[in-house]
């Protein structure tokens, strides 16, 4: 039998959030279906890559009313409305300050696809302003960003959908049933590895003005003040600390995500080690580390974590994956497919599954539908990507720290003060931190 956890849900009371005046809505507002046309009106705020993604499913879906588009940038921004016209014949709302988008009462529901460091608060002035939030993940940049998310979504009760899509993937899904059937035997360790390369950057570029029609501050938002990089910027961002995790939190919440779903936990580790560096490339403008190996320790089993942001290539000639160590035998897996290996003398029978690739569209309509029937357990809940995201970074903070952490959710610290240090971001001016 697989160690077995259950959900600790956080029930801290919680009154007075502050929240802009511009985005109350009559909250809290419950969540159900309250579109007068029956269709859900869906805006997009970070256009450029995945959020465009993202809302290319939406276009999929007779439900769906695609109405507005946000972006600080107005060439990706102009770009996307070219893109929204050719498929629609329609003409979007354009903003470029999230916040305007939000006092829109036409809008019903919004994804959030900018990168991580402006999860948090727009998550936060959506759920206040009367939204559902389709957010990319990982949830957020910190961990006590994840945990303000997990009390707004909470006591605003809108329907949350965290993008880690795979959860809604039948190849997954059957993966956990494989899983949950015991066959594996006892498992005592999950392996989880992603080597890309593009986590490495090769190359410094002079600091130099933003480029014409890009508004900085505001990509900057609540991150520390700095003069402008290219290498910080559109796509590489999250090879910094003000704005991204690196390997482990872009690739490894998915990964991690299955590894944690698959072995039913959702207790934070008893103890996490981890060592990082830019050993692969020790000139790599990346702060985030190139190489990476960080263990998560529970009582009777654990769930490793090793990249090399330079070779694309891996165990079982995978360059990313998860392998399940079960006694009776393995079960290794990436998007390509899954497969059982029988362990030497073991009556196990192999076993494998072929993906279908509708992890996302599954994903997006199940957020959809989640709106329309008034349910909130939506494929990947504010909890379920909080969870992931917060082991992902506990990785990061003991790589960071040189320090084996404990951490402990119910004093919301590591007992370290180096590590503890980390847990929160000191929101730049005027932006603050959504508070309780
Ligand atoms: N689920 C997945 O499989 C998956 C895959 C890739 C990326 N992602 C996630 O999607 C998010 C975006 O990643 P990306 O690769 O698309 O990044 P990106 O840099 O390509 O795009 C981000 C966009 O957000 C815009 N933006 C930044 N600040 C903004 C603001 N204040 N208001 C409005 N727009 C703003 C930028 O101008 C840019 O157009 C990240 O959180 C990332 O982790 C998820």
Redesign the pocket.
């Known amino acids: 039998m697989h160690r077995r956890d259950f959900i600790a849900r956080s029930s801290a009371a919680l009154a007075g959030l502050m929240v802009p005046d511009i985005l109350k809505a009559e909250s809290p507002v419950p969540a159900k279906k309250n579109e007068s046309d029956g269709r859900i009106r869906v805006g997009l705020?970070?256009?450029?890559?995945?959020?465009?993604?993202?809302y290319a499913e939406f276009f999929k879906f007779p439900e769906a009313d695609c109405v507005a588009l946000?972006?600080?940038?107005e060439g990706?921004?102009q770009k996307?409305a070219a893109d929204f016209e050719d498929k629609t014949g329609k003409k979007p709302k354009l903003?470029?300050?999230?916040r305007k988008m939000l006092a829109d009462k036409d809008i019903d529901a919004v994804v959030?696809?900018?990168?991580?460091h402006?999860?948090c608060l727009?998550t936060c002035d959506a759920l206040a302003a009367g939204k559902h939030v389709y957010?990319?993940?990982?949830l957020a940049n910190t961990i006590a960003e994840c945990e303000i998310m997990e009390a707004y979504a909470q006591h605003y009760g809108k329907v949350v959908q965290v993008?880690?899509?795979q959860r809604s993937g039948l190849i997954w899904q059957e993966m956990k049933k494989y899983l949950d059937s015991g066959r594996l035997g006892r498992i005592a360790k999950v392996n989880v590895w992603a080597n890309f390369q593009y986590a490495s950057i090769l190359e410094a570029a002079p600091d130099c003005p933003p480029p014409a029609g890009?508004?900085f501050d505001?990509?900057?938002?609540p991150a520390p003040q700095r003069t402008f990089n290219p290498k910080r910027?559109?796509?590489?961002?999250?090879m910094f600390w003000d704005y991204?995790g690196g390997l482990v939190?872009?690739w490894g919440?998915?990964l991690l995500d299955m590894a944690l779903w698959g072995m039913n936990t959702a207790s934070m580790p008893r103890r996490v080690m981890a060592s990082g560096g830019n050993f692969a490339y020790p000139r790599n403008v990346a702060e985030t580390f190139d190489t990476l190996s960080v263990i998560w320790e529970y009582d009777d089993f654990s769930i490793q974590w090793s990249n090399v942001a330079a070779a694309e290539a891996g165990p079982y000639g995978k360059a990313y994956g998860l392998e399940f160590c079960g006694t009776e035998g393995m079960l290794v897996a990436n998007r390509d497919g899954w497969e059982v290996i029988p362990g030497k003398g073991s009556k196990l029978e192999p076993a494998s599954f072929q993906p279908d690739h509708k992890d996302?569209t599954n994903h997006v309509g199940n957020f959809l539908e989640c709106i329309r029937t008034g349910r909130l357990n939506t494929a990947c809940t504010m909890q379920n990507g909080s969870f992931c995201a917060k082991f992902a970074h506990l990785g990061n903070i003991a790589a960071r720290t040189r320090s084996v952490l404990t951490y402990d959710p119910a004093t919301h610290s590591f007992g370290n003060a180096e590590a503890d240090r980390l847990l929160k971001p000191e929101y730049r001016a005027p932006w603050q931190f959504p508070k309780i």
């Open positions: 705020i970070g256009c450029r890559s995945m959020g465009w993604g993202d946000c972006d600080i940038d990706v921004l996307r903003f470029s300050d999230y959030i696809g900018t990168p991580d402006w999860h727009m957010v990319e993940k990982p993008g880690q899509q890009v508004d505001m990509w900057l938002g910027f559109h796509g590489s961002w999250r991204g939190t872009d919440v998915h996302r």
